[in-house]
């Protein structure tokens, strides 16, 4: 715990002659809460916004607050805690989900996740997200990004001695899609997956592999939140199911791509 205040803040910019100009006071986020504050994090919803934070507390209390933004960027409302606990945060993650939900995901010490979907115009209506208990021990480093009227979370999911990437949905209702491996075991205490939408059905996980296994690097894959299973289903090899990322289940027959599935 720190021994003085660390506050964040946020502050509005603009384009002009394509440089950015920005107002350099900012505007405190955290008028209630003191302690240390930090890992900041913005989600767009509608009109507005809503700012996300974690606030350590003496106690200890360690909270994930949530606050809105209007229009123009400047805080409304009261500051909101939708995690709290004694044990440490490591970091967390906010997307928009529709319209007018924002979705968050907190990593807490020990490799626990906790999550949930709030109403942008109202942080203290509750949907919590349950997430299921597997042979998936330990989670870590959650991103999310958001689709339509849900949201993708990357994250790294231990299972005995092995990390993987892991990915699922989280759709507007709190309900948690399964988590599925997108690569094969990684080292986990450096892999931070990373996500960013690619147009309307598709987003990009990277990565961090220091492996002895593998070469050493920053790896990059492509997923669809109607795809996790991959980019190629070969039950038919005749006909693979190649992701197209729309539709019931985001893929579509190949007639004639045998070698896809070779």
Known sequence: MGSSDLNVAITRGSLVN?????DSTGTLLNVDTAGVQRRPRLATVGSGGVAAWISEQAGPSNRVILRRLDANGIPVGDEVAVDEGADALRDIALAPVGGDKVAWVAERDGGVFHAGI????????VADVVFPSSEIGRRYSPDLVAFENGALLASVGVAGTE???RVATLEGHAILGP??????????????????RLGPYWAA????????EHIV????????????????LCAHADAPEVCVGFGPTGYAPLPGATAWCL
Not at 217 to 232: D, K, N, Q, R, W
Request: hydrophobic share 40%; glycine share 8%; charged share 15%.
């Open 118 to 125: 709030r109403s942008a115009s109202d942080l203290s209506r």
């Open 205 to 212: 996980v990277a990565w961090f592999d220091g492996l002895g």
């Open 217 to 232: 690097g920053v790896y990059l894959t492509l997923t669809a939140p109607t795809c996790i299973h991959g980019s190629v």
């Open 163 to 165: 990390a993987r990437v």
């Open 179 to 196: 988590e599925v491996p997108i690569f094969t075991p990684i080292e986990r205490g450096t892999a931070s997956p990373t996500l960013a």
């Open 18 to 22: 394509n440089t950015p100009v920005f």
